[in-house]
């Protein structure tokens, strides 16, 4: 676990001067104090981060994680398990939402297969590294090893690492993967110690039948694997995704660089659970894109701390809340940085 191990330890505490420096030129800038809200708030966090009074945000990527799950064989999704690779080979040529978002936002995507059963055609848009094909049925135990845990982390690692020269300013995490909203919920289950019932959606619009059934599904994982919500790895092992992991890492490698991350839904929010429970200290680095429909992503992201940016009654995945908010967050840089303050414009400062 040495990867793993040396990123965790890499992650620092924000940086506290780099942070009032930014407050301190928020307090200076021509508005009344406090009147750009949670853009001023975003900016000093962003600053903290990537230890800058004056931060940057115009290098920035999206990571979309692909999975597929051994629990589809239960029964708990409306769509076939081959829609994922065939959607892999859609990102692949630039067919999707997060392609068209990405283009719009200025963001390089970069799509990772982390354990689809199927392969897309080859492409050097898809960035292969197979942990398996597919997680196991978690319905009838572990949906992985722990060395499986591990290595789908590390994957998330290496390919954000791959991805810093030139260095990234700002990056996002995104998904694919035909059930994956089981696993979520079942990792949100496990570290707020929230019923099933409370965190699980209709994920692909499943009817009122089988999101009874996805929930007896999801109890009877936890029942059966009894996941320790004191040791991410376990979590992850018993209940999780090969793409969520990769997701976790992705989040821990840009903390590790002093990268901000932009979570998505409730995919993403389960990754952050994982990497959160691995490194606390990455909370600090996250900024949650926007509150999905998926009543898990509202109960993770009030675990984490987190208050998402948009509500736009959004439940795609793939990175797309995370990219728009993306917007958001340039914007909350760009105002600190671009404005003039009472001095530079000659403008009298309240009495």
Partial sequence: MALLEQTIAAIQNLDETAMQAARERQSQLTKPPGSLGRLERLSIQIAGIQGKARPDVSRKALFVMAGDHGVVAEGVTAFPQDV??????????????????????????????????????????????KVGRGTKNMAVGPAMSREEAVRAVEVGI????AEMDPPLDLVGVGDMGIGNTTPSAAIISAFTGRSPAEVTGRGTGI??????HKIGVIARALAVNQPDAAEALDVLAKVGGFEIGAIAGVMLAAAARHVPVVVDGVISSAGALVAAGLAPKVKDYLIAGHRSVEPGHRAALEHLGLEPLLDLEMRLGEGTGGAIAMHVVE????TLNEMATFAEAGVAEAL
């Fill in 84 to 129: 994922t690779w065939q959607m892999v080979a859609n990102f692949a040529a630039g067919g999707a939402a997060i392609n068209v978002l990405g283009r719009q936002v200025g963001a390089k995507v970069v799509v990772v297969d982390v354990g689809v059963v199927g392969d897309a055609p080859a492409s050097a848009a898809v960035i292969v590294k």
């Fill in 207 to 212: 009817d009122d039948a089988r999101h009874a």
């Fill in 158 to 161: 290496e390919v954000l690492a």
């Fill in 331 to 334: 914007a909350a840089v760009r």
